[in-house]
């Protein structure tokens, strides 16, 4: 019913009338602006007709059949309506057929209406009908598809059971899925079938899939021989797949990928010089990797300790991916023979998303926290050339974040002869005090601060920490000269800015009020212990980005002081503060009362205005500290404020 026939005003819908009709056709009911709306009124009549085994027919036949106009080219469906007006104008028909009824079939398909349900799986006639737009050529037409997966989608949700029954009773329905790996809309749907196990309805679904051979069809994807966009699409669709078996008990399809046959699969594909299968093939290892993260403060692996099949085959490629890290496929920028970008800070030869993407690489290697996989890394120069492309590219913040948590990585692991190696052999020392010499240099000039200095002050940072609890660290340290004079110069200068707080320190002194010189000192004291305690609190929960290792988490205080120039973290205890007031309770309470006899005799004797304004002052209770003997204290019932008026006053009378 509509809106006005549920409130007694009876007025008969256009759509009423035409189902009153007879020789009526789904078009004409499909051209009602009404329709939608008497639909979710769930109109019985209007139902009763949808719901009859040819509509619901003709319903699915636009929604998956392509439609194909007098000149050839094709579209949506053109199910037979002979009854449809001949001399109506055949462009716009045509645009009703492409368009238009499409979208309206997907509409009533997708209304969540019982009676509409119960006809769609009454007749599984029509599921096949649903289904056989993968039986047609790749590539699909995108808007078929989507209404197509739409529905599908809907209809597993509603009956998961009865859906996942029907696609395991299919021929080849994984490979078909598959066969359409560059339509996206498609690679959801296979998506939303693999989540269906973490429903009571869908368990077994990952075990049926893994017998389908789902794992290996979509490795195969990477392979260098496909197009670009079914790399994206098959490398997507495996980290999907990764991260909602997460969340399934031993779940066969993740046992499947982790093998070391698939493994090795993968690997071939990323060192096959094709540039869309390394970037796609690198991100499903990456993601494979982060399931075998370990804490920095955990245990070294013993020398006789096996690696993880994904780790073994990994160790066995790096040289081919170092060698591409030197050497990256080429793109299409590079092919096109443009090997320059012209940029605002000058000419830029770019780093390319390969080189980006072996890195991130390496960095997941290393957060495993195996030693003999990060003295591999170390042994074949991985280090050394992460960081000179780290120096030759002064304007890419991606690659310095990665390469930053690399450094933050091996410093705050337990392997101490890779520290050694990484601050010697990698030149870290060197490199930095070298970069933070031309910075110096070029600081007048109008290329400005280069854009990675406030990493190497990050670095920087760590290396002094933790040389104050290393002793190997420290004594390479202090054997550097640079260093040294870096550290006490440059370094010093900037940690000494970083610890002013941005709007400097919070004014404790009122206008009109004046204190003595020690008393601004102290004030001082107090507003940098306040800052030093909100900083001591301050804390941040890490995600699984580059900023997982950062220097809390290697156990080290931010406020260090390496370089013996700052001040020490001072907790302001509540028995300072008492000792800064009254000696006592007691004498607090003889000058509130002593207080209370001058308001009297001042209110007597010199005229009430006075009298007012020291009670006024009283009953404020805003005063400096330490005058008198009486300071502020956080504790209402210990504390007593006093002006110096009234101070002076007390002293008279007293």
């Not at 490795?219 to 797949?241: F, R, S, W, Y």
């Not at 990323?270 to 299968?277: A, D, F, L, P, V």
């Amino acid at each position: 019913m509509s809106f006005w026939r549920t409130f007694g005003f009876h007025t008969v819908s256009v759509i009423e009338t035409i189902l009153d009709r007879e020789g009526f056709t789904l078009e004409e009911i499909l051209d009602e602006e009404e329709l939608l709306q008497e639909l979710k009124s769930q109109n019985k009549k209007l139902l009763d007709f949808l719901a009859q085994p040819a509509t619901m027919r003709k319903l699915f036949e636009y929604v998956t059949q392509q439609f194909t106009s007098p000149t050839g080219t094709e579209g949506t469906p053109t199910p037979e309506d002979g009854a449809l007006d001949a001399n109506s104008n055949s462009n716009s028909l045509e645009q009703k057929r492409k368009f238009k009824y499409p979208f309206l079939a997907c509409e009533i398909l997708c209304t969540d209406i019982w009676m509409l349900t119960e006809a769609i799986f009454r007749d599984e006639a029509l599921l096949d009908l649903l289904f056989t737009f993968l039986d047609r050529p790749a590539p699909l037409d995108p808007l078929v598809a989507s209404y197509v997966t739409r529905v599908a989608s809907i209809l597993l949700g509603r009956r998961t059971s009865e859906m996942l029954t029907f696609l395991r009773a299919r021929e080849n329905v994984v490979s078909k899925f598959l066969h359409h790996l560059g339509t996206a809309t498609v690679m959801d749907l296979l998506l939303k079938i693999v989540s269906a196990e973490e429903s009571p309805e869908g368990v077994g679904t990952l075990e049926w899939l893994c017998r389908s051979d789902l794992i290996p069809c979509l490795v195969q994807k990477l392979g260098p021989d496909n197009e670009p966009n079914v790399h994206e699409n098959a490398g997507q669709t495996l980290v999907d797949i990764i991260a909602i078996s997460s969340n399934v008990m031993s779940s066969p399809l993740l046992v499947q990928l982790e093998s070391q046959e698939q493994i090795a699969h993968i690997f071939t594909h990323i060192t096959s010089s094709n540039g869309s299968s390394l970037l796609h093939g690198l991100t499903v290892i990456i993601e494979l990797l982060k399931r075998h993260y370990k804490e920095p403060t955990s245990s070294t692996d013993s020398p006789d300790e096996p690696l993880p099949p994904l780790l073994q085959v990994s160790l066995e490629h790096f040289e081919p991916l170092h060698a591409l890290l030197k050497s990256p496929p080429p793109t299409e920028y590079t092919a096109a023979g443009a090997n320059t970008l012209t940029t605002t800070t000058g000419p830029l030869t770019p780093l390319g998303f390969y080189r980006l993407k072996i890195i991130e690489f390496f960095l997941a290697v290393l957060r495993t926290r195996f030693d003999a996989l990060e003295n591999a890394i170390l042994k074949l120069g991985v280090i050394n050339t992460t960081l000179d492309l780290f120096f030759q590219y002064p304007w890419n913040n991606f690659l310095h974040i990665a390469t930053e948590q690399i450094i933050q990585t091996i410093l705050g692991g337990q392997n101490v002869p890779a520290k050694v190696d990484l601050l010697l052999h990698a030149h870290l020392l060197d490199r930095i005090v070298e970069a933070n010499r031309l910075n110096i240099a070029e600081a007048s000039s109008k290329s400005g601060r280069r854009g990675y200095m406030g990493f190497l002050t990050t670095m920087a940072t760590s290396i002094g920490m933790i040389a104050q609890s290393t002793e190997e660290i420290d004594r390479v340290v202090q054997a550097h000269q640079g260093w040294t004079e870096y550290v006490s110069g440059s370094l010093q200068e900037i940690r000494n800015i970083e610890m002013k707080p941005l709007g400097g320190h919070r004014p404790t002194v009122f206008p009109g009020d004046h204190s003595s010189g020690d008393e601004e000192e102290e004030q001082q004291h107090d507003s940098d212990s306040i800052y030093d305690r909100y900083k001591l609190g301050f804390s941040d929960d890490n995600d699984d980005g580059f900023d997982e290792y950062d220097e809390n988490e290697m156990g080290f205080d931010n406020n260090a002081d390496f370089s013996h120039h700052s001040r020490p973290f001072e907790w302001k205890d509540d028995d300072d503060d008492d000792k800064q007031g009254s000696d006592s309770d007691d004498d607090v309470e003889e000058l509130w009362v002593r207080r209370g006899d001058y308001d009297q005799g001042e209110g007597e004797g010199e005229g009430e205005g006075e009298g007012e304004d020291q009670e006024h002052d009283q009953e404020e209770g805003h005063d400096e500290e330490g005058h008198n003997g009486v300071a502020e204290d956080t504790d209402a019932s210990t504390a007593s404020f006093q002006r110096p008026d009234a101070d002076a006053a007390v002293n008279a009378s007293s």
